[in-house]
C-alpha cells in the first residue's frame, strides 16, 4: 500500500505508464524502419565509396602512339599475286597518317596519292610497290617505311553463264572451285545439264575445254572439283 501510494505521490498513474511504454516500442519500431529504408535506397541507387584511382603506370603508352590495326586483309601469294584495275588497296606510312589511306586501282591502272600525284600499279606485286613508294617518299619523308596490304581482289574474276541462277562475272579470291561457284550463284537452273558443265580456260593462249563432274564433286569427291583460275568460263548447258 505504501509503495503505490508514493507511485501514486510521484504522478506515476498506470495509465500514463502504459503511455510511456507504447511511445518507447514505437520510437524503436520508427527507428528499425527508418534504417531498413536508407539500406534500400542505398541499394536501389546503386550508391557505393568512389573507387580510388590508382594511378597509371609510367609505361603506359597512349593508343595514338599506337600504330593503327590494320583493316581486314586478303590473304594472296606474294610470290604470283600482281595488282589489277579495281583491287582495292591499303597504304600506311609509318607515322605519317597523312600519307596513309585505301585506295581503289582505277581502270587506266593508276592510283592517286598524297605528294606522289598519280602511279601506275598493275601488274605490280605489293612488295614492288612498297618498295616504289619508299624510294618516291625519301625526298619528302626521312626513312620512309610503307606496308602495301592488299584488301579486295576485284581484277581477279571468273565467269558463270548458261542455266544457273545468276549469271555474271565473280571474284576469284584465290582456290575457289566450280562447285563453290555454284553455290555462289544461288545452283542449278530447272533444266540445267549437270553431267554436261565445263570450264573453259586459256592456256598457251589456246582455249581448252575441261569437264566437270557436278554428281561426283557434290558427293565430296574434291578431285573432282575444278580450281578456278583468272579468267575461267563456266558453262551449264
Request: net charge positive.
Amino acid at each position: 500500500m505504501k509503495l503505490t501510494n508514493l507511485g501514486s505521490h510521484l504522478g506515476f498513474r498506470p495509465g500514463l505508464r502504459l503511455s510511456l511504454l507504447l511511445m518507447a516500442v514505437v520510437g524503436v519500431v520508427l527507428a528499425v524502419s527508418a534504417t531498413g529504408v536508407v539500406a534500400q535506397v542505398v541499394q536501389a541507387t546503386g550508391a557505393s565509396p568512389a573507387p580510388t584511382e590508382k594511378p597509371k603506370a609510367k609505361d603506359d603508352k597512349s593508343a595514338a602512339q599506337k600504330p593503327d590495326a590494320p583493316d581486314a586483309s586478303v590473304l594472296v601469294d606474294p610470290e604470283t599475286y600482281r595488282i589489277g584495275l579495281d583491287d582495292q588497296l591499303m597504304i600506311s606510312v609509318w607515322r605519317e597518317p597523312e600519307l596513309s589511306l585505301s585506295v581503289v586501282v582505277r581502270p587506266d591502272g593508276m592510283i592517286t596519292l598524297p605528294l606522289l600525284s598519280d602511279l601506275h600499279v598493275v601488274g605490280l606485286k605489293p612488295t614492288e610497290l612498297q618498295q616504289l613508294l619508299i624510294e618516291k617518299l625519301r625526298p619528302f619523308v626521312t626513312e620512309p617505311q610503307v606496308t602495301v596490304v592488299v584488301q579486295g581482289i576485284r581484277s581477279r574474276k571468273v565467269y558463270l553463264v548458261g542455266n544457273v541462277i545468276k549469271q555474271g562475272a565473280y571474284n576469284l579470291d584465290g582456290g575457289e572451285t566450280v562447285l563453290q561457284l555454284l553455290a555462289a550463284c544461288g545452283g542449278l537452273g530447272t533444266f540445267a545439264k549437270a553431267d554436261s558443265i565445263y570450264v573453259l580456260r586459256t592456256e598457251n593462249k589456246k582455249q581448252v575445254r575441261i569437264p566437270f563432274q557436278y554428281k561426283k564433286a557434290i558427293k565430296g569427291r574434291t578431285k573432282d572439283d575444278v580450281v578456278l583460275r583468272p579468267g575461267d568460263i563456266v558453262v551449264v548447258p
